[in-house]
């Protein structure tokens, strides 16, 4: 499980990232890179929602924590959302911010299942390479946000002072 959240939240920042370039550049370039993109993180949620069917058993019959089983709850029904987003983003009636918030809100809630999870790993040593990983995947994620930012940025050909604000928040919070 832990496997596959970790390869669905590269993914997803992959997406963020492709679909600001092409929301940036006014749907007028990287719609094949996006397009690749977007085949290849439909593979990646099969695969996470497998993972999960596969440990169904193991959530549903031992003493599992309930934030955990919320937060995987949550991070499916944001999952349920994205066909809706990636329509909205080709037919052009999202923004880059709404769809950046989108993405950031559901890697945020990924990276808390693995987290979540370390918390009921009852082996030391991987609760604690575990938490690791969410310390990793958080870095991670202010770096991909950067890169996001900056990518609207370059494509549309602008840097807002808003845009700046939060290019330099998220440096500053890595």
Not at 22 to 40: H, I, S, Y
Not at 75 to 92: I, N, S, T, Y
Not at 121 to 146: D, R
Request: charge should be negative; hydrophobic fraction near 45%.
């Amino acid at each position: 499980l832990v496997q596959s959240v970790s390869n669905l939240v590269h993914g997803l920042q992959r997406e963020r990232g492709a679909t600001s370039l092409f929301l940036g550049a006014g749907c007028q370039r990287f719609a094949r890179e996006r397009d690749l993109v977007l085949k290849q993180n439909d593979q990646l949620a099969s695969i996470f929602r497998q993972a999960l069917a596969d440990i169904q058993h193991d959530l549903t019959d031992q003493p599992v924590s309930s934030p955990l089983l919320g937060h995987i709850a949550s991070a499916l029904h944001c999952l349920d959302q994205l066909p809706d987003l990636r329509r909205r983003v080709a037919d052009q009636s999202a923004s880059v911010d709404e769809a950046t918030d989108w993405f950031c809100d559901t890697i945020h809630r990924l990276i808390t299942v693995v987290f979540e999870a370390a918390e009921t790993v009852a082996e030391p040593s991987i609760a604690g390479l575990l938490v690791a990983l969410v310390h990793v995947m958080n870095g991670k994620e202010y770096c991909g946000q950067e890169r996001a930012a900056g990518s609207a940025g370059f494509s549309s050909g602008q840097f807002d002072s808003a845009l700046s604000r939060r290019m330099m928040h998220l440096v500053e919070a890595q």
